[in-house]
């Protein structure tokens, strides 16, 4: 859940995006993009399982919103997530080639079951950049958030009070097709992402997630191994590594 | 653990891309036009979407190796102007060729 959640906050589709790292793109115009991961965490004696579904609505070519959700097999339906992205630079220079920033901002309402919601309205504002090169893609954004308070049963680094910066950035290599040709092709990708939080002596943690990720033209299939590299969590729970599955479709 | 061939099938079923006939001597009327930064199967089913929104198209053909896209129709297709910005609209760059 840990390195999930800042996913929800600006993903919203498509370009080489990867598992857990926002990307500089939106869907089109008017197309709905549902998607949803499942999570599970290996912890000392609580382990952690749930689902992250999310949908984002392109308003433009340069615009979207999204409403992210969480589901907690252990205590239900989280926070809600409310989210706008604004695609604030473009740079095409090649077929597939591309430069892509983005702005985006929203809140967490707390719509959660009480052992796991924040019981706050928490803001949060971000950055992303992206950017495309032949078989390559990298990603990378900034997001700060302002937690109101702190949730019963706090597990994630956005359920703790108090200021929280976190950095992530991901590397995606298309292993196949090497060149993209006349056809249109599904895409396989090796992805490497990094999360990093940063919320305080007790409210700290670094992740890398070697992962793959499958994108045909409708649909896409995640799937993530979660490390955990440094962990400074006070009394949330500390993890021992975790794997994820998500599935993306584009209507 | 029996779910584990169905879901194996399922997504085997999933990955095999549909093949579709398809012959430019059927249509009457066609115009290509250069994308970029199309780098993904996502954005080339964006692009398609929105092209074959507008009227008088039929077909939408995208040619990812060249950053192309070609519509086809049997009757009046849009200007390209009009094709260029339903390009812009899903995201992505529009070269109006000649």
Redesign the interface.
Known sequence: MLLATHALVASATGAQQTNLTPAGTTPGHMRIYPETQFRYYARDGQNLSELRPRVTLGISGLAAVSIESVYDFDFGWGDTRLAAKYRFHQNDSGNVDTLRAAVYSGVSVPTGAREISTDSIDPFLGVVGTWIRGRHGWNTALTAHAIGETAPRAQTPYQVEGELLHFDASYAWRVSPAQYGPDFVASSYFVLDHNLYLGGADNSEAWIAPGLLYEAPDFALELSLLLPIWQETGERPESDYGVLAGLRLLF | MKFIPFLAAL?LA??A?PTQEFSAADYSSSYTLG????????????????LQGLPGVQVV???????SVSVYSNSLLPPPQVLADAV??????PVIEG
């Open positions: 997504f999933a990955c891309a994308v970029q930064g199309m780098s993904c199967p996502n954005c080339a089913n964006n692009i398609t979407h929105e053909r995208i040619d990812m190796g060249r950053g812009k609209s899903a995201g992505f760059t």
